[in-house]
C-alpha cells in the first residue's frame, strides 16, 4: 500500500535540465520529511537534497547546491527534483524518500523508512 514511484529520468547531454517526480501512495508528503538521493556504480548511495515536512529546513550536497531544487505539490502527493546545468558526474539511479520522526540528520539515508525504485537519469555527449 506505501509506495513511492520515481519517474522522469532520461538521457540527456551536459548542461540540460531534467526534473525528476515521485509519486506517493499510502502516505503523503505533507506528514513526512523528504529526500532525494543517488547511486552511481561502484559508490554508496549519496545524499542529494531534502526538505522538511514543515519547510523549515533545506539541505543540498555540496556538488548539486545551486542547480538542484527539491519541491513538494500542495496535495502532497508528489515530491520533484529540479536538476539544471547537468553534469555528467551527476549520472546514477536516483530515489526519492520519505521519512518520519525529526528533521535532524535528514542527509543520512538511516533515516528513511519508505524508499521508491529509483529512475535513472544519464548525462552523456
Known amino acids: 500500500q506505501v509506495q513511492l514511484v520515481e519517474s522522469g529520468g532520461g538521457l540527456v547531454q551536459p548542461g540540460d535540465s531534467l526534473k525528476l517526480s515521485c509519486a506517493a501512495s499510502g502516505l503523503n508528503f505533507r506528514d513526512y520529511h523528504m529526500g532525494w538521493f543517488r547511486q552511481s556504480p561502484g559508490k554508496d548511495r549519496e545524499f542529494v537534497g531534502s526538505l522538511s515536512r514543515s519547510f523549515r529546513y533545506t539541505e543540498y550536497a555540496d556538488s548539486v547546491k545551486g542547480r538542484f531544487t527539491i519541491s513538494r505539490h500542495s496535495s502532497g502527493n508528489a515530491m520533484f527534483l529540479e536538476m539544471n546545468n547537468l553534469e555528467p558526474e551527476d549520472s546514477g539511479v536516483y530515489y526519492c524518500?520519505?521519512?518520519?520522526?525529526?528533521?535532524?540528520?535528514?542527509?543520512?539515508?538511516?533515516?528513511?523508512?519508505?524508499w521508491g525504485q529509483g529512475t535513472q537519469v544519464t548525462v552523456s555527449s
Open positions: 524518500a520519505a521519512a518520519g520522526g525529526s528533521s535532524l540528520n535528514l542527509d543520512n539515508p538511516g533515516k528513511y523508512n519508505t
